[in-house]
């Protein structure tokens, strides 16, 4: 690990230019990291995060057919949770097993096990990038560190010209003083109490519960709503309510909270636009690779680190130019294959009631396991499509044309600051 200042002499100098330099060493930044190391040899590259630590605080989790199986190797290596044999959803009137295979990854993981593969000189920690540019990066101690190629994968900044609401949440995970008796994570248990006095647009509340060993239980508690704001009292006092009804008595071990976007429209080029530094490519959440109506981005950040280091390895000489080219060819692409997904979120957010969001989840929780999976992956078919506009509709029919052609809502921007733990 490089945590010292390089020598002067070198900085800004031929010697010291890396191939790429990648700001943020989250989750897109890790992977590319890895990638490159793994698939690029011959890269010196260096990965750098204002934190202490890579990935933050919270843990990713995904179905195990989100990533295609060409692609899964480069998860291998990490130290993950699995359940090979499928999840619950609870609704009020439906409850199902579904048997897709779970997995999930803890930043302390994926922490420990970056910093075990990746040569000690490629990683920088507690290093903030001041600013970006084609040419490098000034840190905010005034280092220069100058590279052929500059990623940027910092966090997602919110834009007006996106519209949309918001995914709000916190989980717990709890050491509990018996068994708690679960073998599958319950991805959605919506039959819990639907509306809430906030004012905040606060509709759709299901509970997330992962059994992460025979005694120990992940429970978040989250909601979908049109501000991104939370009460972490109001959502901890539901955790242990929740818990306290299981039969789940304990301690509370860790935590973690988000508040992300759900996505239903917009102008993707005018959002870019506002994080787009000239010669600067763009990756991550930031770069605009998420699932518009889940927020996540573990698949298309696994299958960006990868294309990321194919190219690399193949154009060993690649301009920093060239690089934000591709990456950016790739957000049009992804942007224009999530388009379904937005026109979803619209009807989420403008078509169902609030109170009635919960049956829009539970129409579409009763339709096909396949067509469930490839939903989650962001590869739903035609027929998928239309699946799941067709049946009886959850929302009335004059709302949903409305949401259908509207262009969304903006996206609030005013982003609550969460606390993190340590
Ligand atoms: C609590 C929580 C749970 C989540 N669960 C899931 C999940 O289960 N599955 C899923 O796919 N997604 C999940 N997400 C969504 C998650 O945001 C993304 O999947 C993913 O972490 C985004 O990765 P990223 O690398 O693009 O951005 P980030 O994770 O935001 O990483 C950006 C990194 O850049 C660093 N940084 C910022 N500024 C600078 C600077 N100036 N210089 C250097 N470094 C800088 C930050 O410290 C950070 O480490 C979750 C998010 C949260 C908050």
């Not at 000489?317 to 060239?322: D, R």
């Not at 049946?391 to 982003?415: D, H, M, N, Q």
Request: glycine residues 10%; positive net charge.
């Amino acid at each position: 690990m490089v945590d010292s200042p390089p020598n002067p002499a070198e900085a800004g100098t031929a010697q010291a230019r890396h191939d790429v330099v990648i700001v943020g060493g989250g989750l897109a930044g890790g992977l590319i990291a890895l990638a490159l190391h793994r698939h690029a040899p011959a890269c010196r590259f260096l990965l750098i995060e204002a934190g202490r630590t890579l990935g933050a605080h919270h843990r990713w989790s995904w179905f195990e057919t989100d990533i295609p199986e060409r692609e899964r190797g480069l998860m291998a290596g990490f130290a993950l949770s699995g359940w090979e044999e499928g999840y619950d959803i609870t609704f009020p009137r439906l409850g199902r097993t579904l048997p897709t295979a779970y997995r999930s990854l803890a930043s302390a993981e994926f922490h420990r096990a970056l910093m075990a593969e990746l040569p000690a000189e490629r990683v920088m920690l507690a290093a903030r990038a001041q600013a970006l540019d084609a040419g490098g990066v000034t840190l905010g101690d005034g280092r220069r560190l100058a590279a052929r190629c500059v990623l940027d994968c910092r966090p997602f900044q919110p834009s007006k010209a996106l519209a949309g609401g918001w995914q709000v949440f916190l989980g717990q995970h709890i050491r509990c003083n018996t068994p708690h008796g679960l073998t599958r994570p319950v991805i959605m248990d919506a039959s819990v109490a639907q509306l809430a006095p906030h004012g905040n647009g606060e509709a759709y509340r299901f509970v997330y519960v992962l059994p992460l060993s025979a005694t120990e239980v992940f429970v978040e508690d989250t909601y979908y709503a049109d501000q991104p704001r939370m009460d972490a009292g109001v959502l901890k006092g539901r955790i242990a309510a929740y818990a306290r009804s299981n039969g789940w008595e304990g301690e509370v071990i860790d935590e973690e909270a988000g508040i992300l976007p759900v996505i239903s429209g917009g102008d993707f080029a005018a959002a870019l636009a506002e994080v787009t530094i000239p010669g600067v490519a763009l990756a991550g959440a930031r770069g605009g690779f998420s699932h518009p109506l889940t927020s996540y981005t573990l698949p298309f950040a696994v299958s960006n680190a990868l294309a990321i280091a194919r190219l690399i390895a193949a154009r060993p000489g690649l301009t920093g130019s060239e690089l934000a080219a591709f990456c950016l060819a790739r957000a049009r692409r992804h942007w224009r294959a999530m388009a379904y997904y937005r026109m979803l979120s619209r009807m989420l957010f403008e078509a169902a009631e609030p109170g009635k969001r919960v049956v829009v989840f539970e129409h579409f929780y009763a339709l096909r396991g396949a067509l469930v999976e490839r939903f989650y992956a962001g590869r739903s078919t035609w027929a998928d499509r239309l699946r799941i506009l067709t049946g009886k509709p959850p929302v009335a029919i004059s709302r949903a044309i409305g949401a259908l052609f509207s262009s969304g809502r903006p996206l609030e921007t005013r982003l609550q600051t969460l606390e993190t733990p340590a």
